[in-house]
Structures are given as structure tokens and as C-alpha cells.
T-cell receptor, first 112, second 116 residues
Framework: GQQVMQIPQYQHVQEGEDFTTYCNSS?????IQWYKQRPGGHPVFLIQ?????EVKKQKRLTFQFGEAKKNSSLHITATQTTDVGTYFC????????????FGQGTELSVKP | EAGVAQSPRYKIIEKRQSVAFWCNPI?????LYWYQQILGQGPKLLIQ????????DSQLPKDRFSAERLKGVDSTLKIQPAKLEDSAVYLC??????????????FGPGTRLTVL
């Protein structure tokens, strides 16, 4: 079946270090969304990427969508303790109304 | 603007018992989703409604799970009978309209179910 794989599963960094999580799909995606889930919380939408090769930035966060629309990445520059949480990519297959398939998530911990 | 409401927040039951979860989406959101999130995993879609119609229920274990959204607003998800492997957080989410390209999902706080 359709799968969205995400690596790494865990990442421990010192505050100020950079962080990257990668997402790969077995099939071409129509778009991809990223969510953040704080410990004990619920997923919160961060961004959506639609176009092949698209790059979007939100302050210290940079999101990329691969040329083949099968992979994506989230890079955080100079992590802060407020970045702690689990980051999920969610790929949409098929048309705009297709369901989202979530990756397993990358849990980020930041040591002050 | 009020967010997605869910109740109860926590539920502990014994296996073979029944349980029901309730969700009230953001006002005006046509699309409602129920997800199952097992500890350490990403949310898995159980069922998706567009207004009061089912769009996708391919991953819903229909022998024990059922869901309805009769008036196209709030929704209930039922498990009958529950199994140990149903222990998870059940998340409800809503979006404005599944056909819109910029279609972010707003999640509720979830119901944490423990099956003993």
C-alpha cells in the first residue's frame, strides 16, 4: 500500500544546533503537509507544499518538496527549546480530495 | 474562533466493552476526519466525511468500528467490542473543504482510550 516513511525517528540536539527530518513516499504526491505535535498535544499544521521543487521558509524553518514530488524535508536552523516536539509529514495521494498519509514522525528533543 | 471539540478526553474500558467518542468540528468546516494515533506512530485515517457523506473509510475496521455524522456537523465514533490493540488516541480533525488546495486540517485534543 501507499506509504510515507520519515527519518530519523528521534533526534537529540544541543540548543543552537541545526535539525533536519526527511520524508519519502512510495508514490508521487499531489502535495505534502507538515505538522508539529508537542508532547501531550495534538498535531498543528505548519505548512503545505504543492509544486515540484518548492521551497518555503517560516523564520528558522525551511521546507522543501522534491522535484519528483516523492520526498520532502524540514530543516530547522539554530534550534531552540521551543522547537521540542514531534514533526510529521503527511502526503496527499491522488487528487486534491485524497486522504493524507502521515509519516511516523521525528521526535526532536533540544538540550539547553 | 473555537477549535475542534472532543469528548471525553480520557476513557478506560475493559476488552469486549463498547465505547463512543464525540467530535464537534470548527463551525462551517465541511470535512471531518477521525484518526487513530498509536503511541509512537503518526495518525492513521479511519474515516473521512464530506458534510454527512463518507468519502473514505478504507482503513476503518468495520466489524467493530462505526462512525456517523448525521446532520453534517458533529460526529460520533463507536467501537464495539473493543480489543486491547484499540488502545490509542483518537483524534478528530476538520477542514474547510477537502476540495480546496490549501486545505489544512485542524485537530482536536483527542480522546485517549485505554483497553484493559
Amino acid at each position: 500500500g501507499q506509504q510515507v516513511m520519515q527519518i530519523p525517528q528521534y533526534q537529540h540536539v544541543q540548543e543552537g544546533e541545526d535539525f533536519t527530518t526527511y520524508c519519502n513516499s512510495s508514490t508521487t504526491l499531489s502535495n505534502i503537509q507538515w505538522y508539529k505535535q508537542r508532547p501531550g498535544g495534538h498535531p498543528v499544521f505548519l505548512i503545505q507544499l504543492v509544486k515540484s521543487g518548492e521551497v518555503k521558509k517560516q523564520k528558522r524553518l525551511t521546507f522543501q518538496f522534491g522535484e519528483a514530488k516523492k520526498n520532502s524535508s524540514l530543516h530547522i536552523t539554530a534550534t531552540q527549546t521551543t522547537d521540542v516536539g514531534t514533526y510529521f509529514c503527511a502526503g496527499r495521494v491522488g487528487n486534491q480530495g485524497g486522504k493524507l498519509i502521515f509519516g511516523q514522525g521525528t521526535e526532536l528533543s533540544v538540550k539547553p | 474562533e473555537a477549535g475542534v471539540a472532543q469528548s471525553p478526553r480520557y476513557k478506560i474500558i475493559e476488552k469486549r466493552q463498547s465505547v463512543a467518542f464525540w467530535c464537534n468540528p470548527i463551525s462551517g468546516h465541511a470535512t471531518l476526519y477521525w484518526y487513530q494515533q498509536i503511541l509512537g506512530q503518526g495518525p492513521k485515517l479511519l474515516i473521512q466525511f464530506q458534510n454527512n457523506g463518507v468519502v473514505d473509510d478504507s482503513q476503518l475496521p468495520k466489524d467493530r468500528f462505526s462512525a456517523e455524522r448525521l446532520k453534517g456537523v458533529d460526529s460520533t465514533l463507536k467501537i464495539q467490542p473493543a480489543k486491547l490493540e484499540d488502545s490509542a488516541v483518537y483524534l478528530c480533525a476538520s477542514s474547510l473543504d477537502r476540495t480546496q488546495l490549501g486545505n489544512e486540517q485542524f485537530f482536536g485534543p483527542g480522546t485517549r482510550l485505554t483497553v484493559l
